[in-house]
């Protein structure tokens, strides 16, 4: 009798399921509209059996979630070494993120109710978006450098930037993400 359990292969048919499972949700999140996303139809492109995805995801809306929170955690922000680019390149990377085919649904889904009923999701979410900004203010402070306060950057750049995306306001634009950030730094707007 053998004393250990057999060693789980890193990868393996589950690595190929959720990789054709997140191919195929980005696919269709290009091809249609967010609200026309369903589970068996992300299984059919996928080839695997709806039933695979609710056993490993239980609904659409988590399934989003967890791909919203991968994307978030693989954009890491570097530094510039200068504060006003920094902030910059993070709005216009939020902005991408949010426009980009699906991003409005994933960061729906990141934040539903539905996903977490104590709300863990919208926590993790913010969580996520202010440990991005935190890299960016911990290199200022280590030039020694006095930069806005967090709250102001999620006040002045970042909520902004979600309110225009999910309204679909006209004008949203990386133009639009650098006048938030002049302002930010008092500079009158164009």
Known sequence: MNAHPPARRPGGRSAR???????????LAGERDAAQLT???VAERA???????????????????????????DASP?????????LEAYAIRTLADLARPGGIAFFRAEV??????RRTGLRECLRRCTAGIDVIL????????T???LERILDRIVAPLYFHVVFAIPGTDEAYARTLVAELFGDPPR
């Open 112 to 117: 539903a109710a539905d996903v977490d009923e």
């Open 147 to 149: 930069p806005p306060p």
């Open 47 to 73: 080839g695997v059996n709806p039933t695979t995805i609710y056993r490993r995801w239980g609904t659409l809306q988590a399934l989003l979630a967890e791909m919203a929170a991968r994307h978030e955690a």
């Open 39 to 41: 589970i068996p139809a």
């Open 78 to 86: 570097s530094s510039s070494g200068d504060l006003r680019t920094d």
């Open 138 to 145: 911990e290199a200022s402070h280590g030039r020694g450098e």
């Open 17 to 27: 399921v959720q990789s054709a499972v997140y191919r195929a949700v980005t696919d």
